[in-house]
């Protein structure tokens, strides 16, 4: 009785998932999608581990109803790579700059990077600050996180103002 | 999973009330950066909940004819900050709620759901309580308005109906014309935080800039409810802009606050925060307005 079929776009795909109507976007897309990529951090919208793209924004998916999502764009860390097993440049970055140690955050963090590494205007280090002030890295001292995010905005401004 | 009873899901406004009627215990679901946390953390287990998240009437942001602004409560942060509406007319508002969370909580939580939860520390409150805010509320019975300055009750009680539900927030044109406004938020941490205390000020000077025809100013966490201070407003009327008034400004809103002692700060420290936030942005306030301290 309390379940429902959500439809919406996941990574670029149309699905429809059979939930619990008292989930959590995170248990949906964690539990029913398989997308590990989603961390359980906090669970109460503090830490921006579960962190996804809906429309284009970042929302915590922890702290937002697996039914709201009828409908929606989501996209999460898994829907970055361009074809099976290539990481795009932000995870890369990641890498090189050394911004990942354990890890738990880092998807969470990646996400929340996409819309200042996709705008056209640059953010400076205090704006990129501001951007990824949702999220919570215990390992890094979040200097490396800033300049990954950075270079990638750098390169790709580059990227699109040589085309 | 969230341990909620029954989920009510109304596709209109109308619905919505008559679930409410029927309904009176369920708590209205808007953003839920409140209400879900709170269920999360068994303070609220068992709640029937009425989602309004998705009524589209209930969202945005718009000029009416006679100038007056109307914010609709589902409007996140993130959207009302970016509004150019907000932006020309009212850009206080806008700089107030982005000091809320961080990015992803600006972009689920909702205007309505600060001003309906009624903590003292709600960022947007100082704000549409220094602009004389009048909001719209419904039931189905039908609608009425109440100044905002009537609305907050006591800590977490605002003066909502069982029944009832905020369907709009207006900011009157004579309140925002001409006028120029500056929130500071003082907490502990830059983000995700919740202010220790907030302050916001508006003034409106004459023609020459070297006036203060008009002053409202705002507190948050400086008594059980966001306040006003009627003693400093009355104390500039038609008073030439020196340090001197400004410096009695801090002074003049100390008759007004009631601060308390909690974990995040003492009375003593709050007090101090009160006169000298009502410094800085009283100053900033008439900076932006283009305003002359005369020596």
């Given at each position: 009785?309390?379940?429902?079929?959500?439809?919406?776009?996941?990574?670029?795909?149309?699905?429809?998932?059979?939930i619990?109507?008292?989930?959590?976007?995170?248990?949906?897309?964690r539990?029913?999608a398989g997308?590990?990529?989603?961390?359980?951090?906090?669970?109460?919208?503090?830490?921006?581990a579960?962190?996804?793209?809906?429309?284009?924004?970042?929302?915590n998916?922890?702290?937002?109803?697996?039914?709201?999502?009828?409908?929606?764009?989501?996209?999460?860390?898994?829907?970055?790579?361009?074809?099976?097993?290539?990481?795009?440049?932000?995870?890369?970055?990641?890498?090189?700059?050394?911004a990942?140690?354990?890890?738990?955050?880092?998807?969470?963090?990646?996400?929340?990077?996409?819309?200042?590494?996709?705008?056209?205007t640059?953010?400076?280090?205090?704006?990129?600050?501001?951007?990824?002030?949702?999220n919570?890295?215990?390992?890094?001292?979040?200097?490396?996180?800033v300049?990954?995010?950075?270079?990638?905005?750098?390169?790709r401004?580059?990227?699109?103002?040589?085309? | 999973?969230?341990?909620?009873?029954?989920?009510?899901?109304?596709?209109?406004?109308?619905?919505?009330l008559?679930?409410?009627?029927?309904?009176?215990?369920?708590?209205?679901?808007?953003?839920?950066?409140?209400?879900?946390?709170?269920?999360?953390e068994?303070?609220?287990?068992?709640?029937?909940?009425?989602?309004?998240?998705?009524?589209?009437?209930?969202?945005?942001v718009?000029?009416?004819?006679?100038?007056?602004?109307?914010?609709?409560?589902?409007?996140?942060?993130?959207?009302?900050?970016?509004?150019?509406?907000?932006?020309?007319?009212?850009?206080?508002?806008?700089?107030?709620?982005?000091?809320?969370?961080?990015?992803?909580?600006?972009?689920?939580?909702?205007?309505?759901?600060?001003?309906?939860?009624?903590?003292?520390?709600?960022?947007?409150?100082?704000?549409?309580?220094?602009?004389?805010a009048?909001?719209?509320?419904?039931?189905?019975?039908?609608?009425?308005?109440?100044?905002?300055?009537?609305?907050?009750?006591?800590?977490?009680?605002?003066?909502?109906?069982?029944?009832?539900?905020?369907?709009?927030?207006?900011?009157?044109?004579?309140?925002?014309?001409?006028?120029?406004?500056?929130?500071?938020?003082?907490?502990?941490?830059?983000?995700?935080?919740?202010?220790?205390?907030?302050?916001?000020?508006?003034?409106?000077?004459?023609?020459?800039?070297?006036?203060?025809?008009?002053?409202?100013?705002?507190f948050?966490?400086?008594?059980?409810?966001?306040?006003?201070?009627?003693?400093?407003?009355?104390?500039?009327?038609?008073?030439?802009?020196?340090?001197?008034l400004?410096?009695?400004?801090?002074?003049?809103?100390?008759?007004?606050?009631k601060?308390?002692?909690?974990?995040?700060?003492?009375?003593?420290?709050?007090?101090?925060?009160?006169?000298?936030?009502?410094?800085?942005?009283?100053?900033?306030?008439?900076?932006?307005?283009?305003?002359?301290?005369?020596?």
């Amino acid at each position: 009785m309390n379940n429902r079929a959500v439809h919406c776009t996941v990574n670029g795909i149309d699905r429809a998932f059979l939930i619990d109507i008292r989930s959590s976007l995170s248990d949906m897309l964690r539990g029913k999608a398989g997308l590990d990529s989603i961390k359980h951090g906090c669970d109460v919208g503090e830490c921006g581990a579960c962190t996804v793209l809906i429309n284009g924004k970042p929302f915590n998916s922890c702290i937002y109803l697996a039914i709201w999502a009828e409908g929606k764009t989501i996209v999460t860390l898994e829907g970055l790579s361009t074809t099976k097993g290539a990481i795009s440049d932000i995870q890369q970055a990641f890498i090189d700059e050394g911004a990942v140690q354990c890890g738990f955050c880092t998807p969470g963090f990646i996400m929340a990077s996409i819309p200042i590494i996709e705008s056209d205007t640059p953010a400076t280090r205090d704006e990129i600050k501001r951007q990824i002030a949702g999220n919570l890295c215990r390992c890094t001292g979040y200097e490396h996180i800033v300049n990954a995010i950075q270079k990638t905005q750098e390169k790709r401004i580059a990227e699109r103002s040589a085309q | 999973m969230y341990n909620f009873k029954t989920l009510y899901e109304p596709t209109s406004v109308g619905e919505a009330l008559e679930l409410k009627a029927r309904h009176p215990e369920a708590l209205f679901l808007a953003g839920g950066s409140d209400i879900l946390i709170k269920i999360r953390e068994g303070k609220l287990d068992g709640v029937d909940v009425i989602n309004i998240y998705m009524l589209e009437d209930l969202r945005g942001v718009c000029l009416e004819d006679d100038g007056t602004i109307l914010i609709r409560p589902l409007t996140s942060f993130t959207d009302l900050a970016l509004h150019p509406v907000i932006k020309e007319h009212l850009p206080v508002l806008g700089e107030a709620v982005n000091t809320i969370g961080g990015p992803q909580v600006r972009n689920i939580g909702t205007i309505g759901g600060n001003i309906c939860n009624g903590v003292p520390s709600a960022d947007s409150a100082t704000t549409l309580k220094a602009y004389d805010a009048v909001l719209e509320i419904v039931s189905s019975e039908g609608t009425r308005t109440l100044p905002y300055a009537e609305f907050n009750l006591g800590p977490g009680k605002v003066a909502l109906q069982p029944t009832e539900l905020l369907a709009g927030i207006r900011i009157p044109k004579e309140s925002y014309a001409n006028t120029a406004g500056h929130y500071i938020k003082y907490s502990m941490r830059k983000a995700m935080d919740i202010a220790t205390l907030g302050c916001s000020v508006n003034v409106k000077l004459d023609k020459s800039k070297k006036t203060l025809e008009q002053l409202r100013i705002a507190f948050g966490v400086a008594a059980p409810i966001p306040i006003r201070s009627p003693n400093a407003e009355a104390l500039v009327k038609g008073k030439k802009i020196t340090e001197e008034l400004i410096d009695q400004i801090g002074e003049a809103v100390l008759v007004d606050v009631k601060p308390r002692s909690s974990w995040r700060a003492s009375k003593e420290f709050r007090l101090q925060l009160i006169g000298e936030m009502a410094r800085r942005a009283t100053r900033e306030a008439i900076l932006k307005a283009g305003g002359i301290i005369n020596e």
